[in-house]
């Protein structure tokens, strides 16, 4: 089959595009409001973009009145977010925390998420009556082990297509990485002990346990060196005259 997306009908049930584009890591965002209301909220569409600085993006559509997610609003206001991994163990505080609250209602609160305090992610709030400014530390997901501090950078707005709004790409740069020393092995971040789960087509999730392994044959240092996502390596390599501008990927 063929369709052009927007253009004519693909014919199906179900619009199969985000099936197509699978698994896709979940951004289980957390945010604070500048009035310091905690909010918490998952994105099927999230990645990262670079490694060296570390920059990731999620997408959040907005309303057909074109009004924000408040991850987005929050986001934009104070500066700040948090990426906490999505994990099978944590599946259903994932779903829960997607239902659309009011603005300023506490997801952790409502989803049965525990919180515990980020390091560099503090943010000042002001009280309602505009008095009581204080610093308060954007909430992490307690029982994930990955999470990421991140600072914002910018949005990208995206037209949409009736009856869907238009799409905010949020970018951040990751200012600091926590990881749970119990889901290492060798060194390395086992799936098999974080069990990530990630958004497929329709209702459907996948579960990440399994992986292997491939080298390109014949790569030298400097290309493995960014496969592998290894900074201090390529500093290396480049203080030996072995890396340039095209290899570095």
Known sequence: MFYQPGKEDHGLPYDPFKACVLPRPIGWISTLSPDGHANLAPYSQFNNLTFDPPYVMFSANQTPSNSQKDTVRNVEATGKFIWNLATYELREEVNRSAVQEEYGVDEFEKAGVEKEDSK???????????????????????????????????????????????????????????????????????????????????????????????RIPGEDKAILAGLEGSAKKNEMLDREGHVDDGAKR
Not at 186 to 213: L, N, S
Request: proline residues 6%; charged residues 25%; hydrophobic residues 35%.
């Open 120 to 214: 560099l992610s503090g943010v000042v709030v002001v009280g309602n009556s505009g008095e009581g400014r204080k610093e308060m530390m954007i909430p992490m997901v307690m029982r994930s082990p990955v999470k990421f501090e991140c600072e914002y950078y910018t949005t990208l707005r995206l037209p949409g297509n009736p009856p869907m709004g238009s799409a905010d790409v949020v970018i951040g740069k990751v200012i600091g990485v926590h990881i749970d020393e119990r889901v290492l092995t060798d060194g390395k971040i086992d799936v098999r002990k974080t069990e990530p789960i990630a958004r497929c087509g329709y209702y459907e999730y996948a579960v990440v346990r399994d992986t292997f392994e491939m």
